[in-house]
């Protein structure tokens, strides 16, 4: 199979690296407008991605692009005959997520976001683990994820701003927890309630948020999310809480799990990988479940609509405390 990167930033480059890990699998082209990266391509380079999509040898393309342009340009590479893989989010927001998906199936082609987290070897574990009723009936789930922006380089200016972004913290991470959480409970949530920050003030989008969801049972479920202007940390547990025992997990890291029979902690990554190296074992394995859909002429796994009910559930988020917000001012303006 042939490939083609469009976007070649961090996540861009990251693929790149994944894609030759990956046998059978050729990286053919990139296409990317800043000068600088593209010197640091091996294969051929362009700086318009519109010749990679008329190319009959490329099969795939992978687009690494900033939020605003991801519908763009998928729809044109799908409607060009090729298989297409998107970083998340689908699109900037859900109405754009749901034209590709409509596309995708029109023009018979593969579609699939590439959700690293669906593919991070403790949250596997974590899923199976639920499944196999080890700690009864879930009654509570939190999740916190703390991120250092220095991280990994530094967060790019598009990122910061709400028209090319979509959103902050909470859509950019967000969107991984809220999907996780409900795979591995097997349920999807209902959002009550949501608060977002900006005391760091990097640009217009929320650097922190707080949401407050629940399991069709009313089972309990909280996310607190940041991004740290002046770190270069990655902090992160999901705790799910059974009847019978509880789960501690790090996505990156490792999974423990105590019940009132027995306690048990595993490990799931080298000690000498960084963070950058455990994520992309799980983006080397979503590119591969991309692959083999297309191989098989079947769905992936995750369907692109499984993130769109996760960014919906986000977009609810930005509405209600939009709208708080109003009520507040409006408040306040008939006090004066």
Known sequence: MNFAIIGYGYTGQQHARALSRIPGV??????EQDVTKRKQITVRALADYRPLLEDPQIDAVSVCLPHHLHEKVASLALQ???????????????AGGKRLCRLSR????????????????????????????VIGRVIAVDEYLIEGIGLFGSLPEWMLRRKKA????????????????AWICGRPLTLKAACFGDAQKLGDVEDTAALFLELPDGTPVHIVLCWR???STLDCQLTIVGSKGTLKVNPWGALSLVTREDSMSRS???????????????????????IEAVKKSRPPIPA????????????????????????SLDACSRGQ
């Open 26 to 31: 050729t990286l053919r082209a990139v296409a």
């Open 80 to 94: 060009a005959r090729k298989h297409v893989l998107v970083e998340k989010p689908l699109a900037i927001d859900v």
């Open 106 to 133: 029109k023009v018979q082609k593969v579609l699939m976001i590439e959700m690293t987290h669906r593919f991070l070897p403790p949250l596997q574990e974590a899923q199976k683990l639920v499944a196999s009723d």
């Open 166 to 181: 979509g959103g902050g913290v909470a859509l950019t991470s967000g969107i991984h927890l809220l999907d996780h959480i």
């Open 229 to 231: 202007k002046e770190d």
């Open 268 to 290: 799931f990554f080298q000690k000498n990988l960084n963070t950058a190296e455990r994520a992309l074992l799980g983006m080397k394995s979503a590119l591969k479940e991309f």
């Open 304 to 327: 692109p609509e499984d993130s769109l009910v996760s960014q919906a559930l986000i977009e609810q988020g930005y509405q209600h405390w939009n709208e708080t917000h109003r009520r």
